[in-house]
């Protein structure tokens, strides 16, 4: 079952906040929302604030006492789950976001982010300690074990089983901590899917292939794979976004796109690089025509010629690329592959960024909203005056005071929405690239070494042929729920509060 621990805060509210919406943790803020506030640390700061002191008649920033209690300003509660393979980032924020509705009410005022930081999913959730109606929530014993009651019940409305997790007697602490984190399993399952994907015509022939390496791949709504020797399913979601299917598909292609350039243009330049690349070509492409190389096709319908080996054609694919980009030597590449993880790098920080700026736009959209609902209601509650009044100083905060002004957050909205879907291809496109110039890295690090058709004759020879099982095809498979593409570059709709 998923633990829950609370934190009282007597001060550093404003610190919390900005540690619970760090984007860094929350996939670039994508797995933040809020209640009866906004979703940035400095707004949902000040809306804590002024509905604290409304209500206490106390100050929000008063410092700690020297002596006796201090008041709490906010509760911190940490809803942690135990690694589980089924288990998204998605399905627990909103199992984070059930919980929070159920426990506290439509009158609360909370922030909550999951985040996918450390070995287990988790989220943090922030309370005032007053609700825009007045209550006071209190945290206690009995408050938690009911909290509990509560959150155990959430859990089981989705689907997540309600079981007790402890580590054994006897285990050691590191042996522990892969199993809590899930990373040694993981990691084997992305080094052989990356090995893969370069020498595999289509996301079939990757699956099986993975079948015949003695993995076991479970098709349905969440296609799950589990190495040889472990005991549990890997859902494909997460081992991280480039192994989703819709990710993997498409390296596959790109790689594709790659082969599909004329092998007459292979040898045409003199560089080292090229010639290099070229050189171990012609021995494998020999070796294939002697019959003296492991038959390895790339498609099995086609009868076995070098340009049908998968080694040959992967060697083609990066030779390709060489020539594409005109790289002349390994300096080149490495300086091309730090280009690219920067231009990566600069456009994942400016996404995060522009991606905050819309969550506020989104925020004061639901602020005008509110003011238009409420403005006009005849009779008004505590609750529903509080809001009004905290929704007009929000959009006065922010200069919001006509519908001339909203008119401008909808065009700044637009902006947004096109830079963002601009950001999403630079970010997949040079992720892609840095990929591919490093796979290309390697492969020249192995030629230089004088014995990379020895150690591939050797790993072809340490892998005994199997018959090909017949399994379903991936795309076959139904889609989830959820979008499968990477976090970072989620349609930012999606992450809209409410």
């Known amino acids: 079952m998923p633990i829950l621990k609370s934190i009282a805060i007597h001060d550093n509210v404003k610190a919390t906040l900005r540690y619970i919406l760090n984007p860094d943790k929350t996939e670039g803020q994508y797995l933040c929302n809020s209640h009866n506030c906004f979703s940035n640390a400095e707004d949902a700061y000040m809306n804590m604030k002024y509905i604290y002191e409304h209500f206490s008649s106390h100050r929000f920033n008063e410092p700690l006492a020297k002596v006796g209690k201090n008041r709490v300003k906010a509760i911190h509660y940490i809803q942690s789950f135990k690694p589980d393979p089924n288990l998204t980032p998605e399905l627990v924020h909103r199992m984070g976001r059930s919980f929070c509705r159920m426990a506290f009410g439509d009158n609360v005022q909370m922030v909550i982010a999951t985040h996918v930081d450390k070995g287990h999913l988790h989220n943090h959730i922030l309370i005032n300690t007053y609700g825009v109606d007045g209550h006071k929530y209190n945290d206690n014993y009995t408050t938690r074990r009911e909290l509990r009651k509560i959150s155990d019940g959430v859990c089981l409305v989705f689907g997540v089983p309600v079981t007790e997790v402890k580590c054994k007697k006897g285990m050691s602490y590191c042996e522990w901590k892969h199993n809590k984190q899930g990373t040694s399993w993981k990691e084997q399952i992305r080094r052989e899917i990356d090995t893969l994907v370069l020498t595999s015509k289509n996301i079939d022939e990757l699956a099986g292939t993975l079948e015949e390496k003695g993995y076991a791949i479970r098709y349905g709504e969440r296609t799950a794979i589990r190495a040889p020797g472990q005991k549990y399913f890997t859902n494909l979601k997460t081992l991280g976004g480039d192994y989703s299917l819709e990710n993997l598909k498409s390296r596959i292609q790109w790689k594709d796109d790659l082969g599909n350039a004329s092998r007459d243009d292979v040898y045409n330049k003199g560089h080292v690089l090229t010639m290099c ?52 030597s390994i300096g080149e590449v490495e300086a091309k592959i730090e280009k690219a993880r920067a231009e990566h790098d600069k456009a994942i920080a400016e996404f995060n960024a522009i991606t905050e700026e819309q969550h506020l736009l989104d925020n004061l959209f639901t602020q005008y909203e509110n003011v238009c609902e409420l403005d006009n209601k ?62 290309i890295a390697d492969t020249y690090n192995g030629i230089s070494k004088g014995d990379y058709i020895s150690k591939l004759i050797e790993r072809d020879n340490a892998q005994p042929e199997h018959e090909v099982k017949q399994s379903a095809p991936w795309q076959s498979a139904p889609k989830p729920d959820e979008p499968t593409q990477n976090p970072i570059t989620k349609t930012t709709s999606r992450g809209r509060k409410h």
């Open 277 to 328: 690349f070229a050189g171990i070509i012609s021995q494998l492409a020999k070796r294939v025509v002697d019959g003296t190389k492991q038959e390895k096709k790339r498609d099995e319908e086609l009868p076995y010629l070098p340009h049908n080996d998968r080694d040959v054609f992967q060697l083609c694919a990066q030779l390709s690329l060489i020539n594409r980009l005109n790289i002349h």
């Open 378 to 439: 005849p009779t008004k509650t505590i609750a529903d005056k509080m809001k009004l009044s905290l929704a007009r100083q929000s959009l006065s905060r922010h200069g919001i005071s006509s519908p001339d002004d909203v008119r401008r957050l909808e065009f700044r909205k637009r902006e947004y929405d096109e830079r963002i879907a601009e950001l999403q291809r630079k970010i997949e496109e040079s992720d892609n690239l840095a990929k591919a110039l490093q796979e």
